[in-house]
């Protein structure tokens, strides 16, 4: 072959199988289409490989040695990296549904980011490999997960597509996760590695075969997937668009050959010669035995003699899917791989799925239409796994690379998007400690209605990445190191009655003709509190709608005697003054400006601090609190007729002694300010440096 018709990446895929190790390189030629400029098929001269497995590393590395020289010589070129595919034997797979529930009215006002998303997945993946150490704690066996589809996306417990920009207080995620045993991952690259080759890519078995097999537009449908190997039938199922289950069964085309070897007494290649003429057109088939004598039989007999055992393996692929899919058949089957292609395979499978048999098809020339084959190389099911493994390169580059986290040295699945985050729950590092933790948050009660305080965000995980700072999402690459400093909890919640905005509502009585207007008393329990109560989680709050007419008495600065009326009738001290009741107070002048008698301390108030403030006569503008939010903190201003932006420093920290920024930013209600601006009651303030 003229390799100067070749463009210069090309894509060299193994597919390691129990039997046979098949190479092949190509190239994209156009997105839709792909070439094979190189095919090769070796197979092993021993059982170096069992269902899926490799146990001779080095005769396994022998025969790829061999498939990677006969592969230099057909395109004339060096070939060095290679990509590869794990088999299903040793999956295991594990969907789990995460949530996080907000349970605060002010989430709703947030939109979702692409780092929220992203954080939900990683908790999805923790959840997920929590499960796999309980399941395999007795194992001794070290799981890497290799790889997570997302099935479904939740907002408020109703399915999403995508959940970014949106709003709202509860999001979820249904996670299916992927994990491989260490040794499987081992031995793969020890094998590869023997033959002088370097591990560009891996990816799963099943999932190089669906990519061929089943197109996106199919996903859908709920079709299933079966790969039949030598050792393993890997099985795929797809529905809604998406992949929604991996399985397998351990069992293949080899045990159909095993019947062949006991019934002919012949050696294993013998018998997988006959198996694949019993496939074909022939009308008979002529072997010799492992006595050196000449026999024949006929491809009707073949089948009929491997029935029972094919009827057996069929019949388990069939439950397994069925497992997989929720309890129920599906609408298809495609199969791929060299042990599905007798005749009765497909045929016994749809019996046992109760499908028609034009619904369960071998999938081989008719997957392949966008292949095109440099040398003269039928399309063939076998080819199905081979060529989607050098197609998977161009979707995702995956291998294992090494970094090191917190002085621990740690082995990862390259998946092209490795971050700081992926590394730190390999370790076991808890998601939460990398997130700032909020404080505690503080309930209450108020007037009947439950209320939430947030509490205060703490400090991110300080992250140092080849001794620099970095976030959880900087991507990460082999050998890097990497320290990470657990996130810190923020200050609980703390709350003042002062701060609410029910605090500033009022109640007006008419006293002697005048309207008097008195702010409204808050309780909690049988006590007032004023506004410098601080809220404690689980408090009753009840504002009320009344004075008592000793406390308006006291209220207006004025002693309290007998012979008071309210609404014309004579009143006692504990008698409520409800909005717009009247009040005579029938001692005149005198008693207002008369040397005032020492106050006394309604009993409500649990010591004289707490009793609100009664305003004095106006000889000067009224000093009233006011209670404005900066940077979503509510922040009491007092002691002022009036307030600026300026007044803030004095009771919110805020630095601008020293240059955090190119600039301060200063908003009041979504609008430019500065700090002349004036504010009142409510106001929105945001306050910060400008990057």
């Keep these: 072959m003229d390799n100067r018709t070749l463009p210069e990446n090309l894509v060299f895929g193994l597919d390691i199988g129990t039997r046979s190790i098949v190479g092949t390189v190509g190239y994209k030629q156009t997105a839709d289409s792909f070439v094979v400029a190189a095919q090769c098929v070796r197979f092993h001269e021993t059982r170096a490989m069992m269902d899926g497995q490799i146990h001779d590393i080095q005769k396994v590395a022998d025969t790829i040695a061999q498939v990677r020289r006969e592969l230099e010589k057909q395109i004339d070129r060096k070939l060095s990296r290679v990509c590869i595919a794990a088999a299903g034997r040793v999956l295991k797979t594990v969907t789990v549904r995460v949530d996080e529930n907000y349970g605060d009215e002010n989430f709703s006002e947030e939109l979702i980011s692409k780092e929220t998303i992203h954080s939900l997945e990683m908790l999805g993946i923790e959840k997920a490999y929590e ?35 949106h709003r709202g207080q509860k999001i979820s995620a249904e996670v299916l996760a992927t994990f491989l045993p260490e040794e499987v991952i081992d031995g793969l690259y020890s094998a590869v590695e023997k033959a002088g080759l370097e591990v560009d890519n891996l990816t799963l078995e099943p999932i190089a075969a669906i990519n061929v097999a089943i197109p996106e537009k199919f996903r859908l449908l709920n ?53 694949l003429d019993a496939s074909g057109k022939k009308k008979t088939i002529a072997y010799k035995d492992i006595m050196g004598l000449s026999s024949k039989t006929t491809p009707a007999d073949l089948l009929e003699e491997t029935r029972s055992t094919v009827e057996e393996i069929t019949g388990r692929i069939a439950e397994r899917i069925i497992e997989l899919n929720g309890g129920k058949s599906v609408s298809a089957v495609f199969v791929v791989g060299g042990g599905g292609k007798l005749p009765t395979f497909t045929k016994l499978l749809a019996e ?4 028609s048999e034009e619904r369960v098809a071998l999938r081989g020339a008719e997957v392949l239409s966008a292949v095109t084959f440099l040398q003269d190389i ?8 081979p060529i989607g493994i050098c197609l998977n390169y161009y979707e995702q580059k995956n291998s294992f690379i090494f970094v090191q986290v917190n002085g621990e040295r740690i082995k990862l699945y390259d998946n092209s998007r490795l971050s700081v985050v992926d590394a730190a729950l390999t370790i076991g590092f808890p998601n939460e400690s990398l997130f700032p933790k909020r404080g505690t948050p503080l309930t209450y009660t108020l007037n009947g209605t439950k209320r939430m305080v947030r509490g205060e965000a703490g400090e991110a995980a300080v992250i140092k990445l080849n001794g620099k700072s970095a976030g959880i999402n900087t991507p990460i690459e082999a050998n890097d190191v990497i320290e990470i400093i657990e996130s810190t909890t923020g200050l609980p919640a703390m ?30 329990g049988n006590e007032l509190v004023s506004e410098f109560y601080e809220i404690q989680e689980g408090d009753e709050l009840e504002q009320l709608d009344y ?28 008698t409520r003054v409800y909005e717009k009741f009247t009040v005579e107070y029938p001692y005149g002048e005198a008693a207002v400006t008369s040397e005032p008698e020492e106050e006394e301390v309604p009993e409500e108030f649990s010591d004289k601090e707490a009793v609100p403030e009664a305003p004095k006569p106006a000889e000067a503008p009224v000093v009233m609190p006011i209670v404005i939010m900066v940077n979503g903190t509510p922040v009491t201003l007092k002691g002022k007729a009036s307030y600026r932006v300026v007044d803030i420093l004095d009771v919110y920290a805020f630095d601008v002694s020293t240059a955090h920024g190119s600039r301060v930013v200063i908003r009041v209600n979504g609008q430019d300010a500065d700090f002349t601006t004036m504010l009142t009651a409510g106001n929105q303030v945001d306050l910060y440096w400008e990057k």
């Design 131 to 165: 499960i796999i150490r309980q399941e395999t704690k007795d194992e001794n066996i070290n799981f890497y997960c290799v790889g997570y589809t997302v099935v479904h996306y939740y907002l408020n417990d109703s399915m999403m597509m995508n959940l970014e920009g």
């Design 223 to 275: 079709i299933a997937l079966v790969d039949v190997g030598a050792g393993t039938s890997d099985i795929c199922i797809t529905k809604e668009g998406t992949i929604t289950a991996y399985g397998m069964i351990p069992a293949a085309g080899d045990a159909i050959t095993d019947v062949i070897v006991q019934k002919h007494l012949v050696d294993f290649k013998t018998a997988e010669k006959m198996k």
């Design 547 to 574: 004075y008592t007419l000793e406390q308006l008495v006291h209220f207006m600065d004025l002693p309290y005697k007998e012979g008071i009326r309210v609404n014309h009738a004579m009143a006692e001290p504990d």
């Design 495 to 524: 709350l003042t009655v002062g701060a609410l905005p029910e605090y500033h509502r009022t109640i007006e009585f008419i006293v002697n003709g005048k309207n008097v207007v008195c702010p409204k008393f808050l309780r909690v």
């Design 352 to 355: 046992h799925l109760k499908l």
């Design 378 to 385: 039928k399309k063939d099911p076998l080819l199905v796994t």
